[in-house]
């Protein structure tokens, strides 16, 4: 069975710094793996995703994703945080049984402080 | 603009009763998925539809129930045999259900009990 961990419940940084959430993965064959965005009360907004190919994936709103697969790590950057990034963010590894179905991690809070 | 439509936004259910949660898409996808998210616990799979009139459980379906009569809707019924229903509930739909395309997400229904 597939699983993802996201090690930090909560990630602080100051406005113009860079920021990275962390996730790792374990899932048997190749790993398509996803980063969503959710804001208070609303559902989750998609923001990049590594299917194959570049292991530096880049996305909306100046995001980035580095894909390691010794470390069956997929973390998300962005080099200049801003206030408007604090948020709800989610990563998530496809289902090797297939139906397009995810398996979420537990989330990370960011905040991003002036 | 083509989306997904949950409503109500807020719903509430007294002691032994089943409510339903609305989930409409005119994005025309085939695939469509009910997901449960509590705080801390990220999104857990409730019910997942690849195709009309067809659909399966996903990790925590007792006590729910689904149909997907049409193409564009599939409402999750949340029944009295679910004994803690009290959780924000997200819809998803991808264009097919073999495809590595993202989930699109509506901005979800709080339930609450009475």
């Known amino acids: 069975a597939q699983s993802v961990a996201q090690p930090e419940d909560q990630v602080n940084v100051a406005e113009g710094n860079p920021l990275t959430v962390k996730c790792t993965y374990s899932v048997s064959g190749n790993p398509y793996l996803f980063w969503y965005v959710q804001y208070p009360n609303r559902g989750l907004q998609f923001l990049l995703k590594?299917?194959?190919?570049?292991?530096l994936v880049k996305g909306s709103y100046g995001f980035e994703a580095e894909f390691n697969k010794s470390q069956t790590s997929f973390h998300l950057k962005k080099p200049s945080a801003l206030v408007s990034d604090s948020a709800l963010y989610f990563c998530a590894v496809r289902d090797t049984g297939g139906g397009n179905k995810l398996t979420f991690g537990t989330g990370t809070q960011l905040k991003v402080e002036l | 603009d083509g989306g997904i439509t949950q409503s109500p936004k807020y719903l509430f259910r007294k002691e032994g009763q089943n409510v339903t949660l609305s989930c409409e898409q005119n994005l025309n996808h085939d695939a469509m998925y009910w997901y449960r998210q509590d705080p801390g616990q990220g999104l857990r799979l409730i019910y997942y539809s690849q195709i009309v009139n067809d659909f399966q459980k996903g990790d925590i379906a007792e006590g729910y129930s689904v149909s997907r009569e049409k193409k564009e809707s599939f409402p999750l019924t949340v029944t009295s045999a679910q004994k803690n229903p009290t959780a924000f509930y997200l819809c998803?739909?991808?264009?097919?259900?073999?495809?590595?395309?993202?989930?699109?997400f509506g901005d979800g229904t709080r339930l609450s009990i009475l």
């Open positions: 590594y299917i194959t190919g570049d292991n």
């Open positions: 998803a739909s991808t264009p097919a259900a073999g495809t590595n395309q993202p989930q699109h």
